[in-house]
């Protein structure tokens, strides 16, 4: 993950200030892997002991782009071909006997997943890798495409509107669709396919996707900036109806985890088992859907019994979950609880109280324990 650029501007801008996520010069010669990448068991309960690849992004491209640096461009946008590159070395060095193969990703490398999961598919099945099973883990990269809570114009990747934003980086990375999804659009529209809830029913291969209900970086790029001052009554209107249409898009999807909490990224945390929806971790919910694809390719039974894969929560305000990860205060990087959380973001307890019917006491002892 990280982001994108979509011009000359903002992607020389980005050179300047993020060059590790534009060139690979600069790359540490090792890396520790956390979360679903370490090896210790009680961090990684369920694939500690896989074989683990790690491509690192420096495309810029959401993992999407077919170009090379030409007179026209200064740049070279490869996301596709990169992780094509990727694939093609690893059939040496095991990947050939492999019965599983899971691409998974964060944010940027979360919608990365979706375009490219189908693609991994074909590629081993033309190298003749029929029995390799292909399945996707989308983490924070389900984006919404809907209207910003102040339209700001397209200056950077951080005030463009989602759609915008991808609309004009399509043409400058010279992007590509998955072809199911793509024919599902008119021609010039294939930025669609970058909004999970539209390539997903187009996908094949099975994925998982984990989406916090209120992601930060959502917030972000809708203008909902949630620092220092009280938010007002129409930005938390607005974010609880974030959560209420990023949960619809989720309800036909079948294996899913998405807690209620602001937040970005989770699998390549270290705190990514503590975090629980209807009692399930993450870890938990990813095995079972690992156990549930088994199961099915032996014979079409029901999923397993206690074994939950579709995980959302149903509360509607950010951290109404218990096991949220820490909030901290932006300014002093004070932890606050859900009730600290819930004043600084301007939360009326007297108003909400009201609003559900309930004592001001009994409501602020459901938040705190999370109901």
């Given at each position: 993950?990280?982001?994108?650029?979509?011009?000359?501007?903002?992607?020389?801008?980005?050179?300047?200030?993020?060059?590790?996520?534009?060139?690979?010069?600069?790359?540490?010669?090792?890396?520790?892997?956390?979360?679903?990448?370490?090896?210790?068991?009680?961090?990684?309960?369920?694939?500690?002991?896989?074989?683990?690849?790690?491509?690192?992004?420096?495309?810029?491209?959401?993992?999407?782009?077919?170009?090379?640096?030409?007179?026209?461009?200064?740049?070279?946008?490869?996301?596709?071909?990169?992780?094509?590159?990727?694939?093609?070395?690893?059939?040496?060095?095991?990947?050939?006997?492999?019965?599983?193969?899971?691409?998974?990703?964060?944010?940027?490398?979360?919608?990365?997943?979706?375009?490219?999961?189908?693609?991994?598919?074909?590629?081993?099945?033309?190298?003749?890798?029929?029995?390799?099973?292909?399945?996707?883990?989308?983490?924070?990269?389900?984006?919404?495409?809907?209207?910003?809570?102040?339209?700001?114009?397209?200056?950077?990747?951080?005030?463009?509107?989602?759609?915008?934003?991808?609309?004009?980086?399509?043409?400058?990375?010279?992007?590509?669709?998955?072809?199911?999804?793509?024919?599902?659009?008119?021609?010039?529209?294939?930025?669609?396919?970058?909004?999970?809830?539209?390539?997903?029913?187009?996908?094949?291969?099975?994925?998982?996707?984990?989406?916090?209900?209120?992601?930060?970086?959502?917030?972000?790029?809708?203008?909902?900036?949630?620092?220092?001052q009280p938010v007002q009554e129409g930005q938390w209107l607005y974010i609880q109806n974030l959560g209420r249409e990023l949960r619809n898009t989720l309800k036909d999807v079948t294996a899913s985890?998405?807690?209620?909490?602001?937040?970005?990224?989770?699998?390549?945390?270290?705190?990514?088992?503590?975090?629980?929806?209807?009692?399930?971790?993450?870890?938990?919910?990813?095995?079972?859907?690992?156990?549930?694809?088994?199961?099915?390719?032996?014979?079409?039974?029901?999923?397993?019994?206690?074994?939950?894969?579709?995980?959302?929560?149903?509360?509607?305000?950010?951290?109404?979950?218990?096991?949220?990860?820490?909030?901290?205060?932006?300014?002093?990087?004070?932890?606050?609880?859900?009730?600290?959380?819930?004043?600084?973001?301007?939360?009326?307890?007297?108003?909400?109280?009201?609003?559900?019917?309930?004592?001001?006491?009994?409501?602020?002892?459901?938040?705190?324990?999370?109901?």
């Amino acid at each position: 993950g990280g982001w994108y650029c979509f011009n000359r501007e903002n992607c020389d801008t980005r050179y300047d200030t993020m060059r590790r996520l534009m060139s690979s010069r600069e790359w540490p010669p090792t890396r520790v892997g956390t979360g679903i990448l370490s090896s210790q068991p009680e961090e990684n309960p369920h694939w500690w002991n896989a074989n683990m690849v790690f491509i690192p992004y420096c495309s810029s491209d959401v993992w999407s782009g077919a170009s090379s640096k030409s007179e026209k461009n200064e740049y070279a946008f490869m996301g596709a071909l990169i992780i094509q590159e990727v694939i093609k070395e690893l059939v040496g060095k095991g990947l050939s006997t492999a019965k599983v193969l899971l691409l998974a990703g964060s944010s940027a490398g979360g919608t990365g997943v979706l375009l490219n999961v189908d693609r991994v598919a074909e590629q081993l099945e033309e190298m003749g890798y029929q029995g390799i099973q292909v399945r996707g883990l989308a983490d924070s990269g389900w984006f919404l495409d809907n209207k910003q809570y102040r339209r700001t114009d397209c200056i950077d990747t951080i005030t463009c509107a989602p759609t915008e934003a991808i609309r004009r980086g399509i043409r400058y990375w010279n992007g590509i669709v998955p072809e199911r999804c793509r024919l599902q659009f008119k021609e010039g529209e294939e930025w669609n396919c970058f909004f999970g809830y539209k390539i997903y029913p187009t996908l094949r291969c099975p994925v998982f996707v984990v989406q916090w209900l209120f992601d930060e970086a959502q917030l972000t790029v809708d203008n909902v900036h949630l620092t220092g001052q009280p938010v007002q009554e129409g930005q938390w209107l607005y974010i609880q109806n974030l959560g209420r249409e990023l949960r619809n898009t989720l309800k036909d999807v079948t294996a899913s985890f998405a807690p209620a909490c602001l937040s970005h990224e989770i699998i390549t945390r270290n705190h990514w088992t503590d975090i629980q929806v209807k009692g399930t971790s993450l870890p938990r919910a990813l095995h079972c859907w690992d156990r549930s694809l088994h199961e099915s390719n032996k014979n079409g039974k029901a999923p397993l019994k206690g074994c939950p894969i579709h995980l959302i929560d149903s509360c509607p305000w950010p951290h109404c979950n218990p096991s949220c990860p820490t909030i901290r205060d932006q300014f002093t990087g004070q932890e606050m609880n859900v009730i600290q959380f819930l004043m600084h973001m301007g939360f009326d307890v007297q108003k909400m109280a009201q609003q559900q019917g309930l004592e001001p006491s009994k409501l602020l002892g459901m938040l705190s324990s999370g109901n």
